[in-house]
């Protein structure tokens, strides 16, 4: 992990740039989260996690990608400051060429997101929040490491959205992130009675 944790009033998008210049073809993944960890909580460690979940991986690599996920939610409700990482996770990593091609399409979004980001709608981001914000993670995570074909799109925004409404007070994106988890499990919700009702038509005319 890195010495020197970043400045509390340090955006998501000066947390990022820095991996941009890492020199390495790989990066580990505790490198990686060590690079933005701060005082702030793990807020900050939630949105870099889940950029990996958002490359164009193959489905078991992507589910392995979200591991991680499930294992910062539950510290995310008892409000620890540092990740904890099993050994053989985070020694785990990733091809710096795609994290920075990633990076590159996020961060302009990221900071034009960010001028409009202020602190508001308190009691969806103390302590409280984050406790409810925890939860909502860990459902989001369990639905990433199934094996549901295009349905890490949505819980991935949700979890971006949940990260930059913790990481700067603003309850405003806390709840965004509510509305695409929502959104996320409407979506499947659909698909998989959808694909229920086509089974049920196939036996009958079977």
Not at 72 to 79: E, F, I, T, W
Not at 86 to 98: F, M, N, S, V
Request: glycine residues 8%; charged residues 20%; aromatic residues 6%.
């Amino acid at each position: 992990m890195a010495k020197d944790a970043p400045s509390r009033d340090l955006s998501l998008a000066e947390r990022l740039k820095p991996l941009l210049r890492e020199e390495e073809p790989r990066i580990r993944l505790d490198e990686m989260v060590g690079r933005i960890e701060g005082r702030e909580g793990l807020a900050p460690v939630l949105f870099v996690l889940t950029l990996p979940v958002m490359l164009p991986l193959p489905p078991g690599v992507s589910m392995v990608m979200a591991i991680p996920i499930l294992l910062v939610a539950p510290q995310l409700m008892l409000g620890r400051r540092r990740l904890w990482l099993p050994g053989w996770l985070a020694r785990l990593t990733i091809k710096h060429g795609d994290l920075a091609r990633l990076l590159k399409r996020v961060l302009p979004t990221l900071e034009r997101i960010e001028r409009l980001v202020r602190p508001r709608l308190p009691f969806l981001t103390g302590r409280i929040g984050a406790f409810d914000v925890g939860v909502a993670s860990t459902v989001i995570g369990v639905i990433l490491v199934t094996p549901l074909p295009f349905a890490n799109l949505l819980p991935s925004w949700s979890l971006c959205a949940f990260s930059l409404g913790l990481t700067r007070r603003d309850g405003a994106f806390v709840l965004v992130g509510y509305l695409l988890l929502a959104a996320a499990l409407a979506v499947i919700a659909l698909a998989v009675l959808g694909v229920d009702f086509g089974v049920g038509r196939l036996r009958a005319l079977i």
